[in-house]
């Protein structure tokens, strides 16, 4: 048997994004889904004003009355299951590929079954709780971008709104600040004493004047000696 792969037609640029783009709403999501590629198409379950594009049926309350809650011990066991249109409401399967083939009733009466005309009541969206929105505006609308921020993170509906100021009267006057206080003055520096340096050097000069004189003066008694 010759081998072959078939490729599906979505697949072709299945993942492919911009690696770097801005995204703040939905807007923004389906134009880079849309320009990543010419087959990429997108779908949105619902738009940003709150319309329901693919309504949510509560299909778990539907077949609530009519089938067993928990008719399979281990399902995660299971890996082959079947159903026929000859045995409504009886599932088939085994264990293992080669293992024995058992079933079991899921309903909970073989005679009451599902209409097939009636569909599950729709689940409609509940929004955003008032916590949530309040969190939403105040942490995160700073970080949206100016187009978004009304759409993503609007005021909640319970906040009151700031009252407008009337052309009349006129803008808050700020308050004027104190003036910096000044350092406090420095003690005055104390004057350096100039006239103890100068007596100590006239009186260094005098005393070597005087040992001068004192030396000459011997010197000459020694000379008039010899030449007596």
Known sequence: VRACVCVCVPDWCFGLAFKRTKVGCLDDLVKVCEGSAKVNKS???GTQDGTVVVPTYNWSA???PFFKANPFKGLKKLQHLRFTATHPGVCFFKETPDGEERMIAILRDAYWRPSSHV?????PPQGLSAERQQYLYEKIRDFCPPHCKDIVCPRPTGAPRPPPRSPSTSPPTAV???PPRSPPPSPP??????CRPLAIRLKKQEVGTASGKTHKHTHTHTSDRAES
């Open 176 to 178: 004027p600040r104190p």
């Open 189 to 194: 520096r104390r004057a350096k004493r100039l």
């Open 43 to 45: 779908q949105l379950v």
């Open 62 to 64: 539907f077949f609530q």
């Open 119 to 123: 569909l599950a009541p729709v689940i």
